[in-house]
C-alpha cells in the first residue's frame, strides 16, 4: 500500500461511524421514496427511479432545495421528505462536525504529515544525510552541505518551533522535515535509515541520552550507515564511544587539542585553522603567551584546558567563577585579584553563559589591560558583542561542532591529512606549509577531487585505455614554460587504502584514487575541466590538439549523471 492509499484509509477509518450513519439517512428515504407511488401531470400512478430518488434526497439534506421534481409530490412524498430532512440532515450536520473535529485532531494530523514526510523522502534519488536535532549546529552544517551538493539533507526534531523556522530558511533545493521524536524506530524509517542512498546519520541535539538513543537504534536498522554524534559529558562521550559511533565530536577536547597543537606546533595549528575556514598566515592573535593563565570555568571545558596547560608545564589556575559569585562570597574583581590577574599573562572566559564571560573579559582588562584574552562563545548572536571588546580569540562550539561534522563528512581525507602532519617535524611541517603559501595563497580553497566516472569522465576514460598519467601530467600549465597552475596536492588516497602525504609529481593515478587538493579558485576550476573534458586533458599530458577522429570517438562516450550514481 502507497503513502496515498494510507491517508485514504486512515481518513476512511476514522470517519467510520459518521459515514457509517450518513448512508443509513441516505439510503432509507432513497429506498421509501423509489417504492412510494408517485403521480406524473396527468394524474397517472407513477413510480420514482433510484436515480430520481437519490436525486431528491441529495439536495434535500444537503438544504439546497430545488422543488418538487420531476413531479409534483404526493402527500405521501411529502411525508417522506419531512422525515428526511429531520433524520438525515442532522446526520450530515454531524458528519461534518466530525470530520472538522479530525482535523483538528493532533494524532491525525501527525499521521498525514509523517505519511507525507515518508513519501518526499523516498523520492530522493541523490545520496542523503538525516540530521537529528535543528539548532545552531545544524544549520551551520546544512549551509555547508548545501554549498557543495554533495548529498541532499533530511531533519528531524520534535519541537515544532524549530521546524518552522527551518521552513522560514528557504533552502534549495527543499529540505524534508517532520517533527518527530528521531529516537524513536518508526521516525527513523520514515526519515529514510533503511535506503540505500542514506549515507549517514547526525544527531546533535543538546541532551546526551537522546543522541545515544537515536545513534543506537540507526545502527541496529542500518549497520552499514555512518553515525556522527555530540556528546557534551565524558559519560556520554564514553557511551557513543562504545556502541561504535564513527564520530564522536566534543568541542571542548577539540578547543583543548588545539590550545595545545598552538603549543608544540603552531604551524600545524595554522594548517588546521585554515582547514576549519581560516587562512594559513599566523597572526599576532594565534601566538598564545606561556605565561600564568588564568581559567574562568569549573566544567568540562576548564577541565579539559587545565589538563593541556598542566602538560605543557604553564602555570595556570582554574577557578569557578559561577559557583563562587552566586554563593555571593566574592565579587568578580576581588576573586581575579586574588587569582592573580595582574602577574597573568592570560584569561579563558569558559563559563557556559556569554553575559559572565562578557563581564569576565571587561573585568580582567580593567585590572590588566595587556591580558591576552580566550573566551568561549554559547550564543551565536552574541558574536558582534565579542567583536566589540576585540577578544583575541574567540572559540564558539556550534561552528566548531559544526566544522567537526563536515569535515568527517565532506572532507574525510582532511582528517588522515592533519593526522600525518602530527607524525613529522616542527622543521617539516614549517617547509610544507610555506610551500603550500608559496604555490597559492594565503587561503587556498580546499577540495576532494575523486578519479570515477562521475567526477573526472575524461581521466578515467584515458586511465581505463591503459594510459599512464601522472599528477605532474595534470597540475603543470600547458601554455607556459614547466609551471604548474596554483594547485598542490596535499594527500592521496589510493583505491588499494594506501595514504600518501604531499606525493611526488611522479605518482601514477588509478581508478578510485582520491586527491585532497589545495589551490586558487581559478587554477581548480581548470584542473576540474582538465580532467572532465577530453580536449583540455588531451593537451595536457601531449601539448597539441586532439584528433578529429579520436575527439569524435571519446565524445561518444556519454558521462554519467551524479544524480543517477
Partial sequence: MNKNEANIWLFLRKMRVPLLVLNIFHAIPVTILSLVPAMDADGNEVSLSIFDAM???????TTTGFGEVPYEFTQLQRFVIFLTIYGAVPAWIFSLGYMISLFQDKAFIYAIKLNNFTRQVKKLKQDFIIICGYNNTSRLLIERLLEDRIYRIVVVDKNAQKIEQLAMESYTPTIPAIVADASQTDVLKSAGVLLPNCKFVVTIFDDDQLNLKTAVRAQILNSEIKIVATSLTRQGEENLINIGVDHVI??????????????????????????????????????????????????RFGLALKRVLDEERIENELIDINKT??????????????????????IVAGTNDDAI???????????????YTIVRENDLEERSMFSHLRVHKVFILDRISALSAYNFIDRPLAFRYISAL???????????????????????????IHIDPCNSFALCELLKNGEKVTLKDLIIDPLSNGKNIEVVILAIMKHSGEFIL???????????????????????????????????????????????????????????????S
Fill in 357 to 371: 564571560n562578557l563581564s569576565i573579559i571587561s573585568t580582567a582588562r580593567k585590572i590588566n589591560p595587556d591580558i
Fill in 502 to 564: 604531499y606525493p611526488a609529481l611522479e605518482t601514477e593515478l588509478s581508478l578510485g584514487d582520491t586527491l585532497l587538493s589545495a589551490g586558487t579558485l581559478s587554477s581548480l576550476d581548470q584542473l576540474d575541466m582538465i580532467i572532465n573534458n577530453h580536449n583540455e586533458l588531451y593537451f595536457a599530458l601531449y601539448k597539441k590538439e586532439i584528433s578529429h577522429t579520436l575527439f569524435t570517438k571519446l565524445r561518444s562516450l556519454r558521462k554519467p549523471s551524479k544524480q543517477s
Fill in 55 to 61: 436525486y431528491i434526497v441529495a439536495y434535500t439534506i
Fill in 250 to 299: 566534543d568541542p571542548f577536547e577539540i578547543i583543548a587539542s588545539k590550545i595545545s597543537l598552538s603549543y608544540r606546533s603552531p604551524h600545524l595549528f595554522n594548517l588546521l585553522n585554515w582547514i576549519n575556514g581560516g587562512n594559513l598566515n599566523i597572526s599576532k592573535n594565534d601566538i598564545l603567551p606561556k605565561g600564568k593563565h588564568i581559567i574562568c570555568s569549573g566544567g
Fill in 325 to 346: 559569585t552566586a554563593q555571593k562570597q566574592i565579587s568578580d574583581k576581588e576573586l581575579l585579584i586574588k587569582a592573580g590577574i595582574k602577574e597573568s599573562e592570560c
Fill in 422 to 448: 602530527k607524525q613529522k617535524s616542527n622543521a617539516e611541517i614549517e617547509r610544507h606549509l610555506l610551500d603550500l603559501i608559496k604555490n597559492t595563497n594565503k587561503k587556498p580553497e580546499l577540495v576532494h
